[in-house]
């Protein structure tokens, strides 16, 4: 637990699964499972950060025969 927690005073960015693996290439030997309780129960956990979505307000949607008009312009579809 001690080690969990200089970890992340340490590391303030990382997150679990590095923390775990520094944790078992020192040479400890703890379950993942226990570490993710400990974890969790600290407190730790980090926002996660999502992708942001296009904006729909420029989206074009062509339904119908609109969807072929421009083809029809220019002779393709004859």
Known sequence: MDKLCSLAEEYPQRGFDEFFGIIRQQGFIW?????LRI????????????????SCKNKRTFTGSRAAEPYLEHGLYE
């Not at 379950?31 to 570490?35: E, G, I, L, Q, T």
């Not at 974890?39 to 296009?54: D, E, H, I, T, V």
Request: proline share 0%.
């Open 39 to 54: 974890y969790r129960l600290m407190k730790l956990g980090l926002r996660r950060k999502y992708k942001k979505r296009a």
């Open 31 to 35: 379950n993942r499972k226990r570490v």
